[in-house]
């Protein structure tokens, strides 16, 4: 029934001449893109086109709100793990691991069964869904009905259970208002079902021209993106880590070891030095991808603390390290819950996903055409997400710089919390 109200519903506000405004995920433009054979800016300009055909007023990439919500947890994690190598006991405990929250159905999981010991672990940033990535995007928008089409059913359920977006307008309304964070969701499905019942092929319409701010796209036609079908949590967060706590820099995808299976994947950033003159020299900050590093051979340095000659062989020892993880499906979502209770999770930080296979393979997406299997559909689809797409550090993304600069300040500000930040509470069933 809440899968048939939520069309409804943003067919009966369009109908009633109300301000619609649809914000498009880059999974469900992934999804539009490989059913129809397009590519994923082929397939945002047609959805554009289809959209306002039905008159919805402006379609917008909810990629701005991830990019934003990966910032502010970037920020989250370097606050957590400063706390973790605190002298108190209690902020060590606490601390870590970080576990991402933009997923509604590990959410929901959690409040209603897990309680203090996991809540106290995820990020407080709200999931991309429902961030608010523009103060003057919102001003000018004022009594806009705000819809998503998302590549999840239960991003339905996140709609319905998040509490409507009360922002304090002192300086332009003489009283508080309140604005919905979303109104309705449609699955990547559902859109395709409505394209048929009005008889129309996505492929034939013409591109339509994308509506400013909140597009992601550069001038030059490239999606702004970052590696990762889920959201990029894990990839992203590491590469902030390594750089903010380190300075070490990475570029590409990360190399993730498989560990259970494909839907539990892990990779470490270990840090190795020189024990010398009883003293530690850092040799480099490596990122290892398996763990038998001792097995690495290591050519004999010539220019090595002060000219002295010697092989870094006899004197590493491993330091530190740091492990992510990329967690998807329930089944692998319950061992980590076990381990977490029991205080033997070893993980730094968790991107979490209830859907087999993150996001890309969300309930909501297009089915496979006839003779597609449903792993052939995930290798498609993980192409299609990364296609045309310019691969940019959300701080880097001249988007997001405009947005701190003309609003938010600087990622974790006071400001930040108030509207981007959230909390997480046992439900009692």
């Known amino acids: 029934m809440r899968e048939k109200k939520s069309l409804d519903e943003f067919l009966a506000n369009i109908n009633d001449g109300k301000a619609v405004f649809l914000s498009l995920s880059p999974q469900s433009r992934a999804s539009f893109a490989v059913h129809f054979g397009l590519s994923p800016l082929q397939a945002f300009q047609k959805l554009t086109a289809f959209f306002k055909s039905l008159g919805v007023k402006a379609v917008y990439d909810t990629s701005c709100s991830r990019d934003l919500a990966l910032a502010e947890c970037c920020h989250e994690f370097i606050s957590q793990y400063e706390a973790s190598e605190s002298a108190d006991e209690n902020s060590r405990k606490s601390s870590l691991p970080m576990i991402s929250a933009a997923c509604p159905g590990w959410i929901c999981y959690a409040e209603k069964t897990l309680g203090s010991f996991v809540l106290p672990y995820i990020s407080s940033v709200k999931s991309p869904q429902h961030l608010k990535p523009n103060w003057s995007f919102v001003q000018q928008t004022r009594g806009y009905i705000p819809c998503k089409v998302m590549p999840c059913y239960d991003k339905k359920l996140e709609a319905a259970m998040i509490s409507p977006f009360l922002f304090n307008l002192k300086e332009n309304l003489t009283a508080m208002q309140m604005i919905t964070e979303v109104d309705s969701v449609s699955k990547s499905g559902e859109v395709l079902e409505l394209m048929q019942l009005k008889s129309v092929d996505l492929s034939s319409l013409e591109d339509s021209l994308l509506d400013r701010p909140l597009k992601n796209v550069s001038d030059k036609g490239h999606l702004y993106g970052v590696y ?202």
């Open 228 to 429: 990762g079908g889920s959201g990029g949590y894990g990839d992203t967060v590491f590469c902030y880590a390594a750089k903010t706590l380190f300075g070490r820099e990475f570029e590409g995808p990360l190399n993730y070891t498989i560990v259970r299976n494909t839907d539990f994947q892990e990779v470490s950033l270990e840090f190795i030095y020189i024990f010398y003159a009883n003293r530690y020299f850092p040799v480099e900050f490596l990122c290892l991808y398996l763990p038998h590093f001792y097995h690495m051979h290591f050519e004999e340095s010539g220019d090595c603390l002060g000219g002295q000659c010697m092989l870094l062989l006899q004197f590493l020892e491993l330091m530190d390290s740091s492990k992510f993880a990329l967690c998807y499906g329930f089944r692998n979502l319950q061992n980590i819950v076990r381990k977490n209770k029991t205080g033997k999770c070893d993980n730094h930080f968790l991107e979490v996903m209830a859907c087999p296979s993150g996001c890309l393979n969300g309930w909501g997406q297009i089915k496979p055409r006839p003779g597609k299997t449903a792993k052939d559909l995930i290798q498609s689809l993980e192409t299609a997400y990364l296609e045309n797409v310019l691969i940019t550090n959300p701080f880097d993304n001249p988007i997001m710089k405009q947005i701190y600069e003309e609003w938010l300040g600087r990622p974790g500000s006071d400001k930040n919390k108030e509207f981007l930040y959230t909390q997480y509470h046992l439900i009692e069933v």
